[in-house]
């Protein structure tokens, strides 16, 4: 299909044609690699686990981080492919209008939307109140931390990407450095380096055992859902792995840098989730007391386990760089919910005004209407920030995990797109030989994950009106959006394989960074 008839087809914006495209590339290879790498490691990791520990048992814990790793890798082999050769503005959901149907980018972006800025942002918010009353006990408002937190996150986005970046380099640096030096303080411990000499092993996998028997259910039926219930916290332990496809957009030579990005991310899973998820198993018993008490250092997994080996003091450490994930991730979520908005803009889906920007290339329209609703954090002053975050968190990973199905069914469509057009995959920046096979593993685990992911309500004596809404909201929410958009808005089909635009938006001209100025800048440049 000629280039002509293929824009008659499908009429491209004024962005994808390069007429008024506006957000600049200012983010360099080494903010791309470490937003990558632990852009969105927020409480998830640090606090998540605990609770994942406790209804799960130790290998519970660990089967389920290790299969949604594997389900979040697979993810980003596809959202890697199609991002490294088509860095456009909107990310994915703009690849999903592109290869699949308009009425996908309308699902896409309003659940991005809601997902981020009603949802996850609101949820570190408010648990970065909780984890700040661990010193304070309540002696002043979760309010006033929550407002100084905002201050913060909204001051780091109004400054532009470059500012993002810049932030977010130094943010992960110290989330690296504390989550190694935990998980090395970790195998010390359990080898008995600790001031009791404790030498721990395996002793908590024998007692209390591998796995819990979920809600004092016998056999392998307890043991099966104590393993289930931990796969949406895993869940909401990895969402945000996605969002340098919404920094694709603003990314500098994204041909050579964002494959680079994503090849890191087996680091992420594997050292960070993965490797976190054994080291806790090892440490503490899953019958603790302290796990899931409450949503601040004490009740960290890594907390525990170093105030049961008589190390004091380093739980105020880690409290301290629990914080700081907490105000990256809420930092990374402002910014992916304002380009998303800015996507659906200039997409048409949204009011024209979000697609404005300043001469630095800053969406403040779109930044400063998604800051609005941080706002929605200040809901657990009265009812309490712990109960809220669990609400959040629940609806975070549905909704994260619909992102990712959306993600590679647009693989899909993309892959049978370069079959029939003859395009060689070898060729693009990044390829991977699983594929498609990985993007059909994605699609049919998230829609099982999300389908029973409420099971908890079904039990005898276990239903709760407020858990069930926040489990299966966002799963419903496709169906409606997706087929409302679809037949009543565009009435348009599918998009074929043989008239897909594979040549609007490819990857850029190179540019060369700058040498790095600092330790910081030149251990990552050499990682």
Known sequence: ???????????????????????????????????????????????????????????????????????????????????????????????????????????????????????????????????????????????????????????????????????????????????????????????????????????????????????????????????????????????????????????????????KAIKRIYIRILLFYIGGAWIIGWLVPSNDKHLGLTSDAASSPFVIAISRAGIKGLPSVINAAIVRSAWSAASSDLYISSRTLYGLAISGNAPQVFARTSKSGLPYVSVTFCALFCSLAYMGVKSGSLKVFGWLSNMTATAGLMTWFGIAFTYVRFYAGMKAQGYDRSKLPFSSRLQPYAAWYVIVSTLVICFFSGFQVFLKGGWKRADFITSYLPFALFPILYFGARYLLYKTPMVDAADMNFITGTVQDPYDEPPPKNILEKFWARV
């Open 1 to 259: 299909m000629s280039d002509s008839n293929r824009d008659r087809a499908h009429p491209l914006s004024p962005v994808e044609k390069g007429v008024g495209h506006t957000l600049k590339r200012q983010l360099k290879p080494r903010h791309i690699a470490m937003i990558s790498i632990g852009g969105a490691i927020g409480t998830g990791l640090f606090l998540g686990t605990g609770n994942a520990l406790k209804t799960g048992g130790p290998v519970g814990l660990l089967l389920g981080y290790t299969i949604v790793g594997t389900i979040c890798y697979a993810m980003m082999l596809c959202l890697g492919e199609m991002i490294s050769y088509l860095p456009i503005p909107g990310g994915h959901i703009k690849l999903a209008e592109r290869f699949v149907n308009p009425a996908v980018l309308i699902h896409h972006g309003l659940e991005l939307l809601v997902q981020w800025v009603t949802i996850t942002l609101p949820a570190e918010l408010s648990a970065s109140a909780v984890l700040i009353d661990y010193w304070e006990h309540r002696r002043i408002s979760d309010a006033a931390w929550i407002s100084v937190c905002l201050v913060v996150v909204i001051l780091i986005n109004t400054l532009g990407a470059g500012a993002y970046g810049e932030t977010e380099f130094f943010f992960v640096s110290f989330k690296v450095i504390t989550i190694v030096g935990l998980l090395i303080l970790g195998v010390i411990l359990d080898l008995g380096g600790g001031p009791n000499h404790d030498r721990i092993g395996f002793r908590y996998w024998k007692h209390p055992g591998p796995f819990v028997q979920f809600h004092g259910i016998g056999g392998a039926k307890g043991r099966f859902l104590g393993w289930w219930s931990v796969m949406t916290q895993a869940a909401f332990s990895y969402i945000g792995t996605e969002i340098v496809g919404m920094a694709a957009g603003e990314a500098k030579n994204p041909g050579q840098n964002l494959p």
